[in-house]
């Protein structure tokens, strides 16, 4: 398929990538030149903006950091909208409210184009290796002409309804999911340093026992060292669980735990190291008194 | 080794069968008839109390509820002590505080026996299995002598230090994980089911995602149904959260996560569901106003 690729960040270089191995066409645009050249240097073909990524394109895919950016290169001067033909597909991976999934998608569809609302999980090791979780909803003439983009650029593949919407709640839901596991993981880690238990050992026990997690198994080992090189940053689940609590307010639907692992996330930004490595959520504890549980300082 | 092994719940009576299928010899007591005819009817002989159990043993093995259990079944009337030759072994894997650990194995060693603070995770297929996770912590003596045993009941054998303690703060600690990773599990379970996401497809999502997690893999199925056979009841984490608490607001340091996750399960218990299985922490969520996770009745 040609391919307009918009956001070529850190997950959108190896989604288009990953289109790029299957044998897809991608002309893609970021404002970062360093990732247009990345994109030549891999196949694809650089644009001027949105609307020449996408010109005479079957599908727009959109990787950008939240649903204004993604209404800005749908609909914006030069926007995606400008160059797709009609009935194209707009394939968003982006993370955001599941109503401004809805509200996109209802101009989407006024455009005389289909919207695949389509969040992922995996990060960007799922996305180089082509092995992202996809949560899908869009009608059949969406869900289907998506069908050879989604196979290359993912493995576990869910839709989750006929309409857009529900595939962000799921990214949401997950997203509670992975940052509470996460502050869990930090708490843990942090209170077994504390009381004088070597990290290194209280994670090899969590990790083959019942107080396991993905979290602890990925982000864990990370607790261990200064965790700089950010992989995902701490700032991120201050926005995603921000938009978790968010949205139980607005459904009168009590969230404690997830109220409670919000407030890890703000104390560790808080205190500076918001655009450090999530796993560095630890500095929260270690900020109060805690003993460190990193051991390389 | 010739043992005696004092409790014959369900987890002490997979312990005594992968004992007993080690070759070691076992003399059991429990309050319970029921257990001591399982234990004859799988190759031990039932004593009539704990002294009988450990008369003329190598080692005492220690599975009832709590620390005073266990203090009664050493020290009281007709207690394991008085059976035991010296020098011999006690191998408690019940959970309690660090201190109390500190506690009984100092009065252990004053009565000429070595006390080995060994508590487990596994839960009944481990103890079944004989591949439980042991947190031990003891002099040489116990964690030398204690070999036999640990290899028969266990698959992952860790050793948190020379002297009892360490192994039941590590076992608290993995608590704080089982059960926040659970009541993250319950929340995340319940709030996709009250916005309309399938909870069995949410379930299958988080299976293969980050936000996956042990206890996701394990409870999460049980919470699409009614969890009536309670593998482990919700009040076992009333208990060992509450433990946590306690320990946490002694050594000053916050668990805001653990706190939270507490609430959950104190909810869940209030509202009638203590002795279910501790799936069942949903009921907190759904007694407020949840759509169900359920979807048996």
Same mark, same amino acid.
């Given at each position: 398929m040609k391919v307009g690729f918009i956001g070529l960040g850190a997950m959108g270089r190896g989604m288009a990538g990953a289109l790029l191995k299957a044998g897809h066409t991608v002309s893609g645009f970021d404002l970062n030149p360093a990732a247009l050249a990345w994109l030549e240097d891999n196949g694809g073909a650089r644009a001027a903006g949105p609307a020449q990524a996408c010109d005479g394109a079957d599908a727009a895919v959109l990787m950008v950091v939240n649903a204004q950016q993604a209404e800005a290169v749908l609909? +914006?001067?030069?926007?995606?909208v400008e160059g797709l033909p009609g009935g194209a597909l707009v394939l968003s991976s982006v993370t955001m409210p599941a109503e401004a999934a809805q509200s996109l998608g209802a101009r989407i569809s006024e455009a005389g184009l289909n919207y695949l609302d389509a969040p992922v999980s995996g990060g960007t090791v799922g996305a180089d290796g082509g092995t992202l979780t996809f949560m899908a909803a869009g009608n059949d003439a969406a869900w289907n002409a998506a069908q050879p983009l989604l196979t290359a650029m993912g493995q576990n593949i869910y839709r989750f309804g006929d309409h857009p919407g529900p595939g962000s709640t799921m990214k949401m839901v997950h997203q509670l999911a992975a940052g509470c596991n996460l502050a869990v993981a930090a708490e843990v880690m942090s209170f077994g340093a504390h009381l004088g238990l070597d990290p290194a050992k209280v994670l090899e026990v969590l990790n083959v %026992?019942?107080? +396991?997690s993905w979290m602890i198994a990925n982000r864990g080992p990370r607790m261990l060292?200064?965790?700089?090189?950010? /992989? /995902?940053?701490?700032d991120i689940f201050v926005k995603d669980l921000g938009i978790v609590l968010d949205a139980a307010r607005a459904s009168r639907f009590p969230v404690p735990v997830s109220a409670a692992a919000l407030q890890v996330f703000l104390g560790a930004s808080g205190a +500076?190291?918001?655009?450090?490595?999530? %796993?560095?959520?630890?500095r929260f504890y270690e900020r109060l008194g805690a003993k460190k549980v990193r051991s390389d300082q």
């Open positions: 609909f +914006g001067d030069d926007g995606a %026992s019942a107080g +396991g060292t200064e965790g700089r090189d950010a /992989s /995902s940053a701490v +500076g190291f918001g655009k450090h490595d999530d %796993s560095q959520a630890t």
